[in-house]
């Protein structure tokens, strides 16, 4: 079992920064990749950034340059780091968490209960 828990959003003005974290517990050291997804009214949640556990980092298209992905392992924490702010921005973010077991082979798939960010123009 994995819990994360997520921090970092609110309200803020088109341009701004705003920079979320998740903060993992319980078999973290079983986690493979980590992410950030979002998910807006009316949208299906999608892909915004991956890290893996050596530091591979993807990115949306529609946020590179903008967002930084990066993870401390030590302490089980993920972070996003959101610049430029644009309106069409503005949804929930959700960190996810690729659990991995070895034997027998399989991933599990963690979610945190999302944080809002919204950007105003």
């Known amino acids: 079992q994995v819990q994360l828990v997520e921090s970092g959003g609110g309200l803020v003005q088109a341009g701004g920064s705003l920079r979320l974290s998740c903060a993992a517990s319980?078999?973290?050291?079983?986690?493979?990749?980590m992410g950030w997804y979002r998910q807006s009214p009316g949208k299906q949640r999608e892909l915004v950034s991956t890290?893996?556990?050596?530091?591979?980092?993807n990115y949306a298209d529609s946020v590179k340059g903008r967002f930084t992905i990066s993870r401390d392992n030590a302490k089980n924490t993920l972070f996003l780091q959101m610049n430029n702010l644009k309106p069409e921005d503005t949804a929930v973010y959700y960190c996810?968490?690729?659990?991995?077991?070895?034997?027998?082979?399989?991933?599990?798939?963690?979610w945190g209960q999302g944080t809002q960010v919204t950007v105003s123009s």
């Open positions: 319980g078999s973290t050291s079983s986690i493979n990749a």
């Open positions: 890290i893996t556990s050596g530091g591979s980092t």
């Open positions: 996810n968490a690729v659990w991995v077991s070895k034997f027998p082979r399989y991933d599990l798939n963690y």
